[in-house]
C-alpha cells in the first residue's frame, strides 16, 4: 500500500530476485506485478531516535514529556509533524521495532466498509524484518505500560473519586494524582457508563461539558454528583443514571438535571432551551438556566418532567410560559438543595 510507515522505517521496492530498486516514499506503490515491497530499518538517526525513546520511558518518563522534548529538538515525526503523546504511546507499542510484523488486523470485502478482525485470525510474523531496538528494552516497555493500564471497576472507583471529593471539596488532576488509592490509574478522570456516556469528574470552570450538556458547579463536579452525596450523607439511597443524568431517590423519585441556554433574539423576550437527548424518567427536571450570553449561571428552575413538551428535540420556554403553574425557581445552588433535600419524597411530581 502507499501509506506511511513507521517512525525509523522504510519500504524498499525490489525485483523478483530481490535487488533493491529505491526507496518507496508516501503515496508510491510498486507499479509491476513481480515487483516486492519489503519493509526495512530507515535512517541511522532516526533508529537512534527511537532507541532514545524507549531508553526514555523505562525510567516511567511520561510519553506527553516524551513528545514535548522531541518537539523542542526541531525533531518530527514519520509524517513530518510535530509529535505528541499517543504518537509516542504507538512508537512504544510497535512491534516491528523488534522484527515481528502483525497481518490480517483489518479486512474489506468489495463494496463493504473496513472491520476490524479479533486478534485470534491475526497473522503474526516473527523475524519477519531486521530488528532496530533490543527485545528485551520492549519487553520492559510493554511491562511499564501494561502496569499503568490497571482495570478497575465502575462502581470502586467511583466510590474513591467520592472519598476525594468529600476529602477535599472539589476534582482536578493534581488532587487526583495526589491520592494513593487512585494512583493505580493515574490517567484515568473519567467513569464511562456501559452506554458510552461519560461523566467527566475532574476539576473545572466549565458550566457544560461540550459533549454530554452535563451542569455542574463552578469549578467543581456536576450537580447530580453533588446532589447525589447530599442525600447519602444524609442516609438517603441516591443512585445516579449516568446516560440520563438522572438521580434517582429512594428507588421512587427521578431529579434530571439539563443546562438551559439562553436564546437571545432582537425585539423578543428572552427565552429558554433545553436539549433533548434521551428519554427522561418522569419526575423532576432542574433546568440550570444560563444569562444572556451563555457564560454564567443565571438561576435554577424547578418543573415537573411532565410539563415538557420538546419541538425538534428542543424545548423553549420563557419567563411567561408557565406563569400560572407552580414552578419553583432558585438563585443558587444551595437554595435548590435545600428544597429538594426538605421536600422530594413528600410532593410527587404530577
Known sequence: MGGPTAYALQRRLVDDQCRPKGILTIGQRKSL??????????????????????????????????????????ILNSQGRPWHGKAVGDLLRNEAYIGVLTYNRKSKKLGAKVTRNPRELWIRKEN??????????FRRAQ???????????????????RKVLMKKGRHSKTIINSVQACRPCPRIFCISARCGTSIVLSGTTAIKDGLTNTPRTNDGPPFSLTMQLAFERLGRRA????????LRIDNAVNVVFRVARCRNYENRPLRWTLQYRVRWPKGWVVAVRLDEKNEAIFDYVLMPSAWLTFSRRMFWFSKEVYKGRTISRFDTFEALSRFLIECVGKDQPS
Open 33 to 74: 506485478l513481480t515487483d516486492h515491497v519489503k519493509l526495512m530499518p530507515g535512517a541511522p538517526d532516526q533508529v537512534e531516535i527511537v532507541n532514545w525513546i524507549l531508553h526514555e520511558y523505562l525510567p516511567h518518563k511520561s510519553q506527553a514529556a516524551i513528545a514535548r522534548e522531541l518537539n523542542q529538538r526541531g
Open 128 to 137: 519477519a524484518i531486521e530488528p532496530i531496538v533490543d527485545r528485551e528494552v
Open 143 to 161: 511491562k511499564i505500560m501494561g502496569e499503568g493500564r490497571v482495570s478497575i471497576p465502575e462502581e470502586e472507583m467511583l466510590l474513591r473519586l
Open 239 to 246: 443512585t445516579l443514571n449516568a446516560s440520563t443524568e438522572c
